[in-house]
């Protein structure tokens, strides 16, 4: 019996290079936004052939980064679909697409005031 891997693997403008080498028994998971701000959606891709499958509409805009925990739980950061643009922690479900916030980051990396971290402790730059 071949052991099942699962990768998630984030997708910017709904592109996705995959290398070369074959990948058996994986399921793949990706995220696509609707321009800058539309809402994200979940697909899972093939490893074998490379297609794409929409699960659903997340009900968050832009996703950045999806991980799947030992648990099977699939979380990504996102942003609240309100305009207020709060980044947020969401799980995802893997069979509907639909995410569910769990919490508000406090802090968000991509932002040049955000705290930098240090021994789980946030400090200002």
């Known amino acids: 019996m071949k052991a099942r891997h699962r990768v998630c693997v984030p997708i910017l403008a709904g592109l996705l290079v995959l290398g070369s080498s074959r990948v058996e028994g994986v399921t793949l998971y990706a995220t696509t936004t609707n321009g800058p701000d539309g809402v994200s959606s979940l697909y899972t ?7 794409a499958t929409f699960v659903g509409s997340t009900g968050f805009q832009r996703i950045s980064a999806i991980e799947l925990s030992a648990g099977g ?7 609240r679909n309100d305009g207020s643009d709060t980044p947020v922690l969401i799980k995802i479900n893997r069979t509907t697409g639909a995410g569910t916030e769990v919490g508000v980051q406090l802090a968000t ?3 040049e005031s955000s705290p930098r971290w240090t021994s789980g402790r946030p400090r200002k730059s």
């Open 73 to 79: 739980v699939l979380y990504g950061t996102a942003e």
């Open 45 to 51: 891709i093939d490893s074998q052939t490379g297609v």
């Open 109 to 111: 990396p991509m932002r």
